[in-house]
């Protein structure tokens, strides 16, 4: 029978027999195990002090830093539920999440910002203690409780079904090795970077974290710290491969056992290219929602015998189904429905309702298909689907054609309306425009896509279109665009 412990045991644990051994690192800040148990013990007495209990929220709109993993590990040590925010959350936005979660304490928000909630600044360190800190062992009901704000653009908590405990003696998680290193470069409000950072933590890896993602420093930080472990969503493989040749290959990759790469489509060139450079046994993919019923895995090897696939599922089941719900058999699309085999809820939402249908069966709003062997291909998101002339376009594969092309950053497709056909394929690029054409990005995508799925126009922009998660909203990107438009013409 497993023995399970507090995530805070843990931690302890860790820290007595290794207390020198480096803990979290973000840029310049180091933390050794000793130091994090330390300035942990400190803020989980100051986080008592004012009311913080277990089973309380608090929301945590830190950036990437050594400061987060303080703040994490002081509400887990009170048996309290981290919940992370980006730090550039927009004003109601933070708003919005802050009513849903009703913290007791709002960490990183000036107080003015919200003034009818404590709030503590970035940067805020507690008051030496009268005594010493005598904090008992208790464990957090939900370890974590992200927010996600779907196709809808509105917040919600993804309150996790799982409390604040490990069993030390089970296989590491996520094929993390003990004393190894996480490289992680994506933001720590998202669930993916919250899971494979804080679960090396736990497992005894040292946790090196990029303030943001830039593609060479990934390079460094893992050949500098010989990490075992990499957390890659595709957007940034793409940054990395454009990177030239000699600065790609010029880092010593050598310790690298694991990329790990989710959280948005992976387009087929892409993960052969990387494959190629750095060999299938070392390519991971996984597909799950922060909702966590069950996940997809798919090696770099079972990836060649199943292109384009992100794995059979490991704790649950899939079903593929059409609009009335009918099962799909094999090698059709529809609409991807999960069914857990967990005997406990995986999570919770508040400020949203699932989507669910008898027997146990929840979607997360993904289209996608099965083939013969069991290996899930997804498709795109259901609400994402634009309906040109009586035909159903998926963005995410234009996408994909579109950032074959070395001069895309990054990109977005979304549906505008039309007259005469109902939408247009409307693609928004991150490139510069002095170095490829609209025309041009169109004929390329001609080779590549049938005629009725190509963009009918393309828009230059300078920023990126996902962020440091890989996390974009077309619905929102849309609403601009026609509210835009919809203005010039009054």
Known sequence: MASLISFAAQLRDLSARRPGAPAVTCGESTLSRSELDRQSDLLAHEFRRLGVGVGDMVTLALPNSTEWFVATVALWKLGATPQPVSARLPRRELEAVVSLADPVVVLGVDPDVLPDRLCLPIGYRPPDPDGPVDLVDVVSPAWKAPTSGGSTGRPKLIVSGDPGLIDPSAEAALLFSRDGCLVMPGPLFHNGPIVWACFALLHGSHVVVLPRFDAEQTLAAMAEHRADVVYLVPTMMKRIWNLPAEVRTGYDLSALRVVWHLAEPCPPWLKEVWIKWL??????????????QLRTVITGHEWLEHRGSVGRPT???????????NVLPAGHEGEVWLRSSRTTPAYRYVGAEARVRPGGWESLGDMGRLDEDGYLYLGDRAQDMILVGGSNVYPAEIESALNEHPAVQSCAVIGLPDDERGNRVHAIVEADASAVSGDELIAFTAERLVAYKRPRTIEFVSSPLRDDAGKMRRSELRRLRVASDDAEVS
Do not use: W
């Open 279 to 292: 060999g299938p046994e070392r390519i991971y993919e996984l597909y799950a929602g922060t909702e966590a």
């Open 315 to 325: 704790g649950g089941e899939v079903q593929i189904c059409d609009p009335d719900g």
